[in-house]
């Protein structure tokens, strides 16, 4: 754990700054009462009492899809927005999931902190081990970190939550955040339901930070191998919504044609 780990956390009861305990296996904040989070073996402090996030099945299934490397555009895009607009600063990525995108900040020279409910993704994480960087398992609607800590934060497929991304950025901060665009896995949907419809525009988007910038990313991608098919319908919602029967239809499918369709959003805090 370095020293800029310990001068962006902070205890999520008391606010108090973290040390390291004397046998180095946890973290003990100087509040009054000393509260204590042990360091998984992985590297990573689990701050979550809960079970919640995304479940060992689909962080695995979105692990697998996502080495496949059919969103790497958009790995590539948020590294270069990032580069271009927040060069070398510390980079939240909130709702890291496995690390995918982590792992491209990472390697545009950035310290990342990642932030997930699901500790399997968080343990997934910091397997990768990314120089300068942290994982923690937290809810991104209260993560234990102090104000105004990060120049950058990306959300990538992960619920949004302004007053808490505002009050980690520092002022001139930028945030990315990236989703799905309407016709995002549409193929997936047309395979699964008898009448498919396109995404709607999400009603979480951020209002009080400066909107600088918005795109749309659309290209189209080929799976031909059963395997990969079923791991990008397990790492979607529609996986937990899907009949047995609907979804059979997608399991008897060699090939699948699909597009992916993301809308990436800037934003600065003035
Ligand atoms: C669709 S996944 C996206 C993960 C990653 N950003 C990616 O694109 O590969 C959404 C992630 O958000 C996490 N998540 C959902 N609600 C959360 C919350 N309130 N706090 C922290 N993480 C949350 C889930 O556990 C899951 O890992």
Avoid: Q
Avoid at 57 to 67: D, I, M, N
Avoid at 151 to 157: D, K, M, S, Y
Avoid at 228 to 239: C, E, G, Q
């Amino acid at each position: 754990m370095t020293d800029k780990i310990f001068e962006t956390l902070e205890c999520p009861i008391c606010g108090a700054a973290f040390s390291l305990n004397e046998s180095g296996k946890s973290i003990v904040c100087a509040g009054v009462r000393h509260h204590c989070w042990d360091i998984a073996s992985g590297g990573f402090v689990n701050f979550s009492g809960s079970h919640g996030g995304d479940s060992k099945e689909a962080v695995a299934a979105r692990r697998h899809f996502l080495s496949l490397g059919f969103y790497e555009p958009l790995a590539r895009r948020i590294k270069e927005l990032l580069g271009e607009l927040a060069p070398g600063v510390s980079v939240c990525d909130a709702g890291c999931g496995e690390g995918y995108y982590s792992s491209a900040i990472a390697s545009g020279g950035h310290s990342v902190f990642g932030f997930d409910l699901s500790r399997p993704a968080v343990a997934a994480a910091a397997k990768r081990k990314l120089p300068d960087s942290f994982f923690s398992v937290a809810g991104i609607n209260a993560m234990p970190v102090r104000d105004c800590s990060f120049g950058g934060l990306v959300n990538i497929f992960a619920p949004c939550f302004e007053d808490e991304f505002s009050r980690v950025l520092r002022h001139g901060g930028i945030m990315i955040l990236a989703g799905a665009g309407a016709k995002h896995l549409y193929e997936l949907k047309a395979a699964i339901y008898d009448e498919p419809t396109e995404n709607t525009e999400r009603a979480d988007l951020p209002t009080d930070l400066s909107l600088i910038g918005r795109e749309e990313l659309k290209y189209s991608f080929t799976l031909e191998d059963r395997e990969d098919i079923r791991a990008l319908f397990a790492m979607t919602p529609y996986y937990y919504r899907t009949s047995f029967s609907d979804a059979g239809r997608l399991a008897s499918l060699d090939r699948l044609g699909v597009t992916a369709d993301f809308e990436i959003y800037v934003y600065r805090k003035d």
